[in-house]
């Protein structure tokens, strides 16, 4: 190899080494910065920060105890256990059909042991939720019962030929609840009820109200009438709106739009038979919906 041809290529100018012993000291100097300059970028105070952690702890805090709180637990009369109620205790399609078909025949399970002898369940799952069961008070104590029941009887005998009969379009609640069979719950019912129609216009809309009885109905029927207001504002059939018919609580969207459509293709209904001609039309309810309408 000839070494005089490779030194020729490290001869340089006096220039040359200038520049090169300049990017030296560029270089130390650089990496002196680099090794004892602080770079880093100093935190920020916030006043608010202490405040945030302090509130982020509390909200800790409470989904821990949310999370280590206990489900509660709701009793309920086995009586009304529909199918996915059933389900979800792990009852059997055929125990869940046994018991509908013995509540059908309007009779009522008033024990735990009458429960497993309707639906025949077994007695791992009936010790697994007989503790969720509440049946009603009197089934405690019917012997208490019995008595109270012919105390009322023989009282309500008593002061039958005074009995008040009211207009139950004007009763309150207290009026109501005076009825044996009504309380809090089933005179604020019917109330809601009245105030979706307006009024009653029969007394065999007690029938629609959740809840009530035949024998607490008789007993409404021997305490109130109705009496229809004057001032009804009824339901001009052949000039209301969609929109208007829709919200008739006897008429549901799909009735309403075939109403129209059938009023503006046929003409005007002259009585509730046209009415009760169109598909859906519940017939069973056209004499108690007839009093709400004007032809």
């Not at 910065?33 to 409470?62: N, R």
Request: proline share 3%; hydrophobic share 40%.
């Amino acid at each position: 190899m000839n070494f005089k041809i490779v030194l020729q290529q490290f001869k340089f100018t006096s220039q040359q080494r200038t520049g090169i012993f300049l990017l030296f000291i560029l270089i130390i100097v650089l990496q002196a910065i680099y090794f004892f300059v602080d770079f880093s970028v100093p935190e920020k105070s916030f006043p608010e920060k202490q405040q945030w952690i302090s509130l982020q702890t509390e909200v800790d805090s409470l989904k821990l105890i949310k999370y280590n709180e206990k489900p509660k637990v709701y009793t309920f009369n086995p009586n009304f256990i529909s199918d996915y109620k059933g389900y979800k205790l792990g009852m059997s399609m055929e125990e869940i059909d046994r018991l509908v078909t013995f509540r059908k025949e309007n009779k009522y399970v008033n024990s735990i042991e009458e429960f497993q002898q309707v639906t025949k369940v077994s007695d791992s799952l009936l010790s697994v939720i007989s503790p969720l069961f509440k049946f009603p008070d009197w089934t405690q104590n019917k012997a208490a019962f019995k008595t109270e029941k012919k105390e009322y009887v023989q009282k309500s005998y008593l002061k039958k030929e005074k009995i008040e009969i009211l207009d139950i379009n004007l009763a309150t609640q207290e009026d109501l609840i005076k009825v044996y069979g009504i309380g809090e719950a089933l005179s604020l019912r019917i109330l809601k009820q009245k105030d979706i129609f307006g009024c009653f216009v029969s007394m065999e809309q007690m029938k629609d109200v959740w809840g009530l009885s035949p024998e607490v109905i008789v007993e409404l029927n021997s305490h109130f009438k109705v009496v229809i207001p004057s001032n009804l504002k009824k339901i001009a059939i052949n000039d209301a709106s969609l929109k208007e018919l829709s919200q008739f609580p006897y008429f549901r969207y799909a009735l309403a739009r075939q109403i129209v459509t059938t009023r503006s293709m046929d003409g005007n209904f002259n009585n509730i038979e046209d009415l009760s001609k169109i598909k859906g039309f519940p017939v069973d309810k056209a004499k108690i919906i007839s009093l709400y309408l004007e032809f």
